[in-house]
């Protein structure tokens, strides 16, 4: 049983070069975003980077899942894994404006990937002997399958493609909702919060690490614009809250959890970074006007930082110090929004409110949070 399970609580080297991939899959997703309107992003395009990031998670999540439950540095593991690597790429190239032009290429990695892993789970739950771990996998295989399957059909073009991209997207709908209500096979089964907490923080360093890459973009070093300061600054701060969440708000060592309001809440978390990423690009190149870089980046702000707030009220290191917290919380999104509402029409004096916001309710979400951990 030892060879079968994962017992180390550590993220391996095979796992950190697979995120690596898909990092640089999800920095893709972004180009939908490149079509630029009148200085704006047209309502389809950002529903089309939202509906792509889904699946992108929806496909890295179950791949974690599973390494969290099952991975064992062996050779089977290993093929699975540069297998997945492989059809990772084909699916970020087939990443455009034009969707529906690449519906086959995209579908049918995805069903790809999903068959994989589904695969994965059946060849561990037939050599497993624990029924509650012979359970979770099978009924994780037959999910994918399910799901890998309904996408694969919608490469045939047996109606129209706005049908055929409803089945897909139902397919990753139901993927995500149906484990939410096996909550105790999971829970029989439970992950190993260690590992699952580090191994999202990873990929969520490797996503601040495109955000980097984008304010660097950014830079004119014979022309400095103080967007460019603002976003690179917002982006150290956003780092610093998500940090000390992980290091000093969450309990990292419960023993009996499934980790899905982890897992659910770094969809918002994922998204908020990659959209503010996205903002820093396009208003850097004169594309995208001052009051749709204002909303799209109050959006990012407000999904990366709410979802951290989900994560500490789910899973805290001191439940006493919650209420503190949700009081200043609530203190500083109400002085912020007053001040917002006056400099919303100047970005530059909108970023440097929003700048000095974050900046003090770091300070103060770092001193709640160091004397949670004193006192615990």
Same mark, same amino acid.
């Given at each position: 049983? +030892? +060879?079968?399970?994962?017992?180390?609580?550590?993220?391996?080297?095979?796992?950190?070069?697979?995120?690596?991939?898909?990092?640089?899959?999800?920095?893709?997703?972004?180009?939908?975003?490149?079509?630029?309107?009148?200085?704006?992003? *047209?309502?389809?395009?950002?529903?089309?980077?939202?509906?792509?990031?889904?699946?992108?998670?929806?496909?890295?999540?179950?791949?974690?899942?599973?390494?969290? !439950?099952?991975?064992?540095?062996?050779?089977? $593991? @290993?093929?699975?894994?540069?297998?997945?690597?492989?059809?990772?790429?084909?699916?970020?190239?087939?990443?455009?404006?034009?969707?529906?032009?690449?519906?086959?290429?995209?579908?049918?990695?995805?069903?790809?990937?999903?068959?994989?892993?589904?695969?994965?789970?059946?060849?561990? #739950?037939?050599?497993?002997?624990?029924?509650?771990?012979?359970?979770?996998?099978?009924?994780?295989? %037959?999910?994918?399958?399910?799901? %890998?399957?309904? %996408?694969?059909?919608?490469?045939?073009?047996?109606?129209?493609?706005?049908? !055929?991209?409803?089945?897909?997207?139902?397919?990753?709908?139901?993927?995500?909702?149906? *484990?939410?209500?096996? +909550?105790?096979?999971?829970?029989?089964? *439970?992950? +190993?919060?260690?590992?699952?907490?580090?191994?999202?923080?990873?990929?969520?360093?490797?996503?601040?690490?495109?955000?980097?890459?984008?304010?660097?973009?950014?830079? $004119?070093?014979?022309?400095?614009?103080?967007?460019?300061?603002?976003?690179?600054?917002?982006?150290?701060?956003?780092?610093?809250?998500?940090?000390?969440?992980?290091?000093?708000?969450?309990? !990292?060592?419960?023993?009996?959890?499934?980790?899905? @309001?982890?897992?659910?809440?770094?969809?918002?978390?994922?998204? #908020?970074?990659?959209?503010?990423?996205?903002?820093?690009?396009?208003?850097?190149?004169?594309?995208?006007?001052?009051?749709?870089?204002?909303?799209?980046?109050?959006? #990012?702000?407000?999904?990366?930082?709410?979802?951290?707030?989900?994560?500490?009220?789910?899973?805290?290191?001191?439940?006493?110090?919650?209420?503190?917290?949700?009081?200043?919380?609530?203190?500083?999104?109400?002085?912020?929004?007053?001040?917002?509402?006056? @400099?919303?029409?100047?970005?530059?004096?909108?970023?440097?409110?929003?700048?000095?916001?974050?900046?003090? #309710?770091?300070?103060?979400?770092?001193?709640?949070?160091?004397?949670?951990?004193?006192?615990?």
């Amino acid at each position: 049983m +030892k +060879k079968i399970i994962r017992q180390s609580a550590e993220v391996s080297n095979l796992e950190l070069f697979y995120d690596l991939i898909f990092a640089y899959a999800i920095s893709k997703i972004t180009t939908v975003l490149h079509v630029v309107h009148e200085e704006h992003i *047209p309502l389809l395009n950002l529903a089309e980077f939202l509906m792509m990031f889904f699946v992108f998670w929806t496909v890295w999540t179950y791949q974690t899942v599973y390494a969290n !439950r099952f991975f064992t540095n062996n050779i089977l $593991n @290993t093929a699975f894994m540069i297998f997945d690597m492989f059809w990772v790429i084909i699916l970020s190239q087939s990443l455009t404006t034009n969707f529906a032009s690449t519906h086959v290429t995209f579908a049918g990695s995805t069903s790809i990937l999903l068959l994989s892993i589904g695969l994965q789970y059946v060849v561990q #739950g037939m050599r497993l002997e624990h029924k509650h771990q012979r359970r979770l996998a099978m009924e994780l295989a %037959g999910l994918l399958f399910i799901c %890998g399957i309904a %996408g694969a059909i919608t490469i045939i073009p047996f109606t129209s493609y706005l049908n !055929r991209f409803f089945i897909y997207l139902v397919s990753f709908i139901v993927a995500n909702v149906v *484990p939410i209500f096996m +909550k105790e096979t999971l829970q029989n089964f *439970p992950a +190993k919060f260690e590992h699952l907490t580090e191994r999202y923080s990873l990929f969520t360093l490797l996503l601040f690490g495109e955000s980097i890459i984008a304010v660097a973009t950014s830079i $004119n070093v014979h022309h400095l614009e103080l967007v460019s300061v603002w976003y690179f600054l917002i982006t150290v701060i956003l780092f610093g809250f998500y940090m000390m969440t992980y290091d000093l708000g969450i309990n !990292r060592k419960l023993p009996h959890t499934a980790g899905i @309001t982890l897992i659910n809440v770094h969809y918002f978390i994922f998204v #908020g970074l990659d959209l503010v990423t996205a903002v820093i690009e396009l208003f850097s190149q004169g594309e995208l006007a001052g009051f749709q870089t204002i909303l799209l980046t109050t959006l #990012g702000l407000l999904g990366f930082l709410g979802g951290l707030q989900v994560i500490i009220f789910t899973y805290p290191l001191n439940q006493n110090s919650l209420k503190q917290t949700l009081v200043n919380d609530v203190v500083m999104l109400a002085i912020w929004i007053i001040g917002a509402v006056f @400099t919303v029409h100047v970005i530059n004096i909108f970023l440097i409110w929003t700048t000095g916001m974050l900046g003090i #309710g770091l300070f103060i979400w770092w001193r709640q949070l160091l004397n949670s951990k004193m006192y615990e």
